[in-house]
């Protein structure tokens, strides 16, 4: 498939998928013409590719650990390396950090808002002083 239809399939631009080829994430083959020749596989490959990123992995680290994904049948692959994991284990470990915090932020603003909106009039509460609350 042409990079138009790839890009239509994985939701991903043209551009984008060109960086994730400059940075090794993805392949295509050239027609005899020069343009790119995507195979079915990289629909999903561009999907997980997505994933990633949205996981907070960057292009570098994310080309390490393509490799080592499960293979087609399922089983893990072989390519996989006990620094990578460790390295996956603490990228999982801010990620869950980043959680907690975005929950206690949200907690704040449900506060605020739940606060604010009592009596049907907007409340004098201060946020900073909410969140200073929270922190303690």
């Known amino acids: 498939m042409r990079i138009g239809e790839l890009a239509r399939r994985s939701g991903v631009s043209d551009r984008s998928l060109r960086y994730y080829e400059t940075q090794g994430l993805l392949r295509a083959e050239r027609t005899p013409g020069g343009q790119r020749d995507y195979g079915e596989w990289a629909v999903d490959r561009v999907i997980r590719i997505q ?3 949205a996981a907070g992995l960057n292009s570098k ?3 390490q650990l393509l490799p080592c994904m499960r293979d087609a049948d399922g089983a893990p692959n072989d390519l996989t390396t006990p620094q990578l994991v460790d390295e996956l284990a603490a990228e999982r470990d801010r990620i869950n950090r980043m959680i907690t915090d975005l929950l206690r932020s949200r907690d704040v603003l449900d506060e ?3 606060t604010a909106s009592v009596g049907g009039h907007t409340s004098a509460i201060s946020l900073a002083d909410t969140a200073g609350a929270h922190r303690g």
Request: hydrophobic share 65%; charged share 10%; glycine share 0%.
């Open 51 to 53: 994933a990633l990123y």
């Open 61 to 63: 680290k994310i080309a």
């Open 112 to 114: 605020v808002i739940s």
